[in-house]
């Protein structure tokens, strides 16, 4: 420590007496803010180690908080996105379907024009076969099923020509095994 040496004088200890009690108030004001200081460190130093955890703690909590909003965003916009996708794919397939319509109306077209029977004229000339191999099995009157429009067109002339064509040769058989 610091020691003080007096020098000897009048006006000298005049002030000295005066700057006395102030000077020891300032001391000990001093001498407070220091200890109170060494407290506010040793209090730090024990109470620091909770107040460390307890930050950890919260850091933890609020970590596990805005990782569950961040996987509740991608599930939404992961099922926005399958919802598009999927409403694309039912776009596309109904485009794709009336693409196939459409195909498939201008094939018949180009078909018929060039004369080539459809599956309905198929099935009409069928029915009618089937019709007249009844009536010529059990010899009763032919009573067909009326053809549809697309099949008269293409159909009736051929089934006309076929069936009149064995009426006409039955007969000259008939003659020459006579």
Same mark, same amino acid.
């Given at each position: 420590?610091?020691?003080?040496?007096?020098?000897?004088?009048?006006?000298?200890?005049?002030?000295?007496?005066?700057?006395?009690?102030?000077?020891?108030?300032i001391?000990?004001?001093?001498?407070?803010?220091?200890?109170?200081?060494?407290?506010?460190?040793?209090?730090?130093?024990a109470?620091?180690?909770?107040?460390?955890?307890?930050?950890?703690?919260?850091?933890?909590?609020i970590?596990?908080?805005?990782?569950?909003?961040?996987?509740?965003?991608?599930?939404?916009?992961?099922?926005?996105?399958?919802?598009?996708?999927?409403?694309?794919?039912? +776009? /596309? =397939?109904?485009?794709?379907?009336?693409?196939e319509?459409?195909?498939?109306?201008?094939? @018949? %077209? &180009?078909?018929? !024009?060039?004369?080539?029977?459809?599956?309905r004229?198929?099935?009409?000339?069928?029915?009618?076969?089937?019709?007249?191999?009844?009536?010529?099995?059990?010899?009763?009157?032919? +009573? /067909? =099923?009326?053809?549809?429009?697309?099949?008269a067109?293409?159909?009736?002339?051929p089934? @006309? %020509? &076929?069936?009149? !064509?064995?009426?006409?040769?039955?007969?000259?058989?008939a003659?020459?095994?006579?």
């Amino acid at each position: 420590m610091v020691t003080k040496t007096h020098k000897s004088g009048a006006s000298k200890a005049g002030t000295s007496a005066a700057a006395s009690p102030l000077s020891g108030a300032i001391k000990d004001s001093a001498q407070q803010i220091w200890l109170a200081g060494l407290g506010a460190f040793s209090k730090a130093q024990a109470e620091g180690g909770k107040a460390f955890e307890t930050l950890v703690k919260e850091g933890l909590s609020i970590q596990r908080k805005t990782q569950a909003v961040a996987e509740e965003r991608i599930n939404e916009a992961t099922s926005r996105m399958s919802n598009m996708a999927s409403d694309i794919g039912s +776009k /596309a =397939a109904g485009q794709w379907d009336k693409l196939e319509n459409i195909f498939e109306d201008r094939v @018949a %077209k &180009a078909l018929n !024009k060039l004369g080539v029977p459809s599956a309905r004229d198929i099935d009409a000339l069928i029915e009618r076969i089937d019709a007249l191999s009844a009536a010529v099995a059990g010899g009763k009157p032919v +009573k /067909a =099923a009326a053809p549809r429009k697309a099949a008269a067109k293409t159909v009736a002339k051929p089934a @006309a %020509k &076929a069936a009149a !064509k064995p009426a006409r040769k039955a007969p000259a058989r008939a003659k020459k095994a006579v």
